[in-house]
């Protein structure tokens, strides 16, 4: 079954999809060129190796074939003990060598899973090999000509293939998801697919349900989000069911996805493995992997999202809610932990849900209407400990805390510093002079007080800011709530 709605019950949607990931090496795949070249001016990070000059040898880069391995691992696949590169023979301007040095036959791994849930639905699909390869240079279409980039050329690239047992477009929008955090947790991809760092193919075919016998399938290309992928499956897989369902033939062919119009276009006929001529690649040595190096990648593995999230849930008390939205991203989760980690406190889960509050709500607002990553986070773990401690000890009131924040983001100052800066007094603990503010507003205010006990709910609302206004905001909101319930209750109607 999909984890989805269907778009319709008559035809079921087979999809699988190949997700092509720059590995974050330093150095090229074959060669010493630097990979940093993002910001770098075109055709600036090359050399003979990568520009495809003949007679030179390309070195194998020993840390994108450990990142394979460790990526083939988190994704549950076995590691061959020999494995070696081949050329993918075919002519494009943007291939410099006229061939790809890439892998056939024997990849790095096979056969492993990854599992996808949605709304407590759990579901496994399988990844048939993660290969190492080399990327392309780049093509700037220019009115009449074209330009080529070398400076991707020869970038570490690793494919990870699944096996068609994606169901839905959903189901590839939370495999893509799913990929990401895994890729970005292990440290080997940004994941940025905005920026062409991840990217996504997806072959979809449709067939009437219960039919065993697979349809013709296409292979979509152009996705650049996750949003995308969902988008343009949606609208393939509803474009090959009317073409079964009006008797039309479906052609094996690529098509491209056009995110502005929201459709996908033909582009060419699609090439069967045949066509590209492939041969094991002569000027590289084929890969012994040892079980004993296999095994130490093994032991480098860091914790993944889903270990993670039951740990939140576990250890801290989390909603599954909160849990999820924390591990998305590792960096936050991390931020989080150091949040914890800061607070010195017997009431480590207690701690650790008012933590979860701060992070998902404030730092992830003020981060947002910044314009900041996390890595540009000016509030430090320490800062946000140090807040979530005022709060704790009573020393400001939630309203007050808002205030901080706000200056501590802007400032980097710690929100003890800025509350005697600024002269922010402590909440109203004396009950009586709390309970004269409160009866002052409720005798000054005649007609809002019978609003309210007439039914008008807002009038509550105004008196609370009538109480919080005369206290500058130095009362706790709910016990004002409380206190003004029972005095109004208790007061004789007028
Ligand atoms: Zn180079």
Request: charged share 25%; net charge negative.
């Amino acid at each position: 079954m999909a984890i989805d709605t269907e778009i319709t019950t008559d035809f079921e949607i087979v999809i699988g999809l190949e997700v092509h990931a720059q590995l974050l090496t330093k150095s090229k795949m074959f060669c010493t060129c630097s990979t940093d070249y993002a910001n770098a001016a075109p055709n600036t990070h090359v050399c003979p190796v990568c520009m495809g000059m003949p007679g030179v040898l390309p070195v194998i880069n020993e840390r994108a074939v450990a990142y394979t391995i460790m990526t083939a691992l988190a994704l549950n696949c076995t590691i061959p003990e020999y494995s070696k590169f081949d050329r993918k023979n075919y002519p494009y301007p943007d291939l410099m060598k006229g061939y790809q040095i890439s892998q056939y036959d024997i990849p790095l791994s096979r056969n492993g899973y990854l599992m996808i849930e949605h709304e407590g639905q759990t579901k496994r699909i399988g990844i048939t090999r993660v290969h190492l390869e080399e990327d392309t240079a780049r093509l700037l279409h220019r009115e009449g000509y074209s330009l080529v980039d070398i400076n991707r050329s020869g970038t570490p690239l690793m494919e990870i293939v699944s096996e068609p047992d994606i169901r839905s477009p959903l189901e590839a929008r939370l495999y893509m998801q799913k990929m990401r955090e895994i890729l970005v947790y292990l440290g080997v991809s940004s994941g940025r697919m905005e920026e062409g760092s991840l990217r996504c193919d997806a072959n979809i075919s449709v067939r009437p349900r219960g039919q065993q016998e697979l349809g013709v399938k296409t292979e979509i290309k152009n996705m650049n989000s996750f949003r995308s992928v969902e988008r343009a499956l949606s609208y393939e897989a509803q474009r090959q069911i009317e073409l079964l369902q009006t008797g039309q033939p479906i052609h094996q062919e690529t098509r491209g996805w056009v995110e502005t119009k929201g459709i996908t276009v033909g582009q060419r006929s699609k090439e069967y493995a045949h066509d590209y001529r492939y041969f094991p690649e002569p000027d590289l040595p084929p890969l012994i992997i040892s079980r004993v190096w296999v095994e130490e990648l093994r032991a480098q593995l860091p914790e993944l999202p889903d270990a993670r999230r039951a740990r939140y849930m576990d250890e801290y008390g989390l909603s599954a809610q909160d849990a999820n939205v924390l591990t998305e991203e590792k960096a936050l989760g991390d931020y989080f932990e150091r949040v914890v980690a800061a607070s010195p406190t017997s009431d480590r889960k207690a701690r650790a849900k008012a933590a979860a509050n701060l992070v998902l709500n404030e730092v992830v607002r003020l981060l947002k209407a910044n314009s900041f990553s996390l890595e540009e986070n000016p509030l430090s773990p320490e800062a946000s400990a140090n807040l979530l401690d005022l709060l704790d000890k009573g020393r400001i009131t939630g309203k007050q805390s808002k205030e901080v924040i706000e200056e501590a983001f802007a400032s980097g100052k710690m929100p003890e510093t800025i509350v005697k800066e600024k002269g922010i007094q402590p909440p109203i603990s004396d009950q009586v002079a709390l309970d004269r503010i409160i009866e002052e507003v409720i005798a000054n205010n005649p007609k809002v007080v019978s609003d309210y006990r007439a039914g008008k709910t807002n009038a509550l609302q105004y008196l609370i800011g009538q109480v919080m206004k005369k206290t500058r905001g130095q009362a706790k909101a709910d016990s004002v709530h409380s206190i003004l319930i029972t005095k109004l209750d208790e007061t004789p109607s007028a």
